[in-house]
């Protein structure tokens, strides 16, 4: 009979997908899993209000420069994708990019915007090693913070104060037993690809609670940030420059 672990402390171990030596078909096809995984838990959807509501602020002012939105680790680009679509069907002014360290994973993400006709473009970044360029309103991650140990962590939450022009965006697994069993669950119901199978289980040991994210937050200079839990089993943490 299969147990989940104890979920009391993170256990944070190396995920399949962060080999670096992980075959490319392999990585395509797991980046292909997430972006359904993603589609169904709704990240874009997660971090939509935020985004949407300083478009509006921007558009009352008579502001009319687009909301410049960057997706920190942004894996295989299925969000800022979706995030495009949704400012192009409200007329909205937003333009977008996402960065990552992996070549594969930047090379699935220019291919996903390419076949939707979305006008977002990546970059390489170490966001671990580089500082986040300056000039973007909204800084957004998702799903990466649960990779890191704490002090990368804190590492990634200091470059993304120290960048975000107006709004820093985490959104996240939320550490604990229910998550654990739907990450078990739909990784085998949602996807083949065994990477998938392993790390789903793996993300979940490793995430933060909400309330830790957020204690970490504030340590590097989110004051005032604000952390919610979000459906399913997610959270959004929540920064703006005063």
């Given at each position: 009979?299969?147990?989940?672990?104890?979920?009391?402390?993170?256990?944070?171990?190396?995920?399949?997908?962060?080999?670096?030596?992980?075959?490319?078909?392999?990585?395509?096809?797991?980046?292909?899993?997430?972006?359904?995984?993603?589609?169904?838990?709704?990240?874009?959807?997660?971090?939509?209000?935020?985004?949407?509501?300083?478009?509006?602020?921007?558009?009352?002012?008579?502001?009319?420069?687009?909301?410049?939105?960057?997706?920190?680790?942004?894996?295989?680009?299925?969000?800022?994708?979706?995030?495009?679509?949704?400012?192009?069907?409200?007329?909205l002014?937003?333009?977008?990019?996402?960065?990552?360290?992996?070549?594969?994973?930047?090379?699935?993400?220019?291919?996903?915007?390419?076949?939707?006709?979305?006008?977002?473009?990546?970059?390489?970044?170490?966001?671990?090693?580089?500082?986040?360029?300056?000039?973007?309103?909204?800084?957004?991650?998702?799903?990466?913070?649960?990779?890191?140990?704490?002090?990368?962590?804190?590492?990634?939450?200091?470059?993304?104060?120290?960048?975000?022009?107006?709004?820093?965006?985490v959104?996240?697994?939320?550490?604990?037993?229910?998550g654990?069993?739907?990450a078990?669950?739909?990784?085998?119901?949602?996807?083949?690809?065994?990477?998938?199978?392993?790390?789903?289980?793996?993300?979940?040991?490793?995430?933060?609670?909400?309330?830790?994210?957020?204690?970490?937050?504030?340590?590097?200079?989110?004051?005032?940030?604000t952390?919610?839990?979000?459906?399913?089993?997610?959270?959004?943490?929540?920064?703006?420059?005063?």
């Amino acid at each position: 009979m299969l147990f989940a672990p104890s979920l009391h402390q993170r256990n944070v171990r190396p995920e399949v997908m962060d080999d670096p030596a992980l075959d490319a078909g392999q990585h395509h096809r797991a980046l292909d899993a997430l972006a359904r995984i993603n589609w169904l838990s709704a990240s874009a959807r997660i971090l939509w209000p935020a985004i949407h509501g300083l478009c509006r602020e921007r558009q009352k002012t008579g502001d009319s420069r687009p909301v410049r939105v960057l997706d920190v680790a942004t894996g295989g680009g299925d969000v800022p994708v979706r995030l495009w679509r949704k400012a192009r069907r409200r007329g909205l002014r937003l333009e977008i990019s996402g960065c990552d360290f992996s070549a594969v994973a930047l090379e699935h993400a220019r291919a996903q915007a390419a076949r939707n006709g979305a006008e977002v473009s990546f970059f390489p970044l170490d966001v671990l090693a580089q500082p986040i360029p300056a000039g973007y309103d909204i800084l957004t991650c998702s799903l990466f913070l649960h990779h890191l140990d704490e002090q990368q962590a804190l590492l990634l939450l200091m470059r993304m104060y120290e960048s975000a022009g107006t709004l820093a965006l985490v959104n996240d697994l939320a550490r604990g037993p229910a998550g654990w069993w739907a990450a078990y669950l739909g990784s085998r119901i949602l996807t083949r690809s065994p990477v998938v199978r392993v790390d789903a289980l793996l993300s979940v040991e490793g995430a933060f609670t909400p309330a830790e994210a957020l204690s970490l937050a504030v340590r590097t200079g989110w004051h005032g940030a604000t952390v919610a839990r979000k459906f399913p089993f997610r959270y959004l943490l929540t920064w703006r420059r005063p």
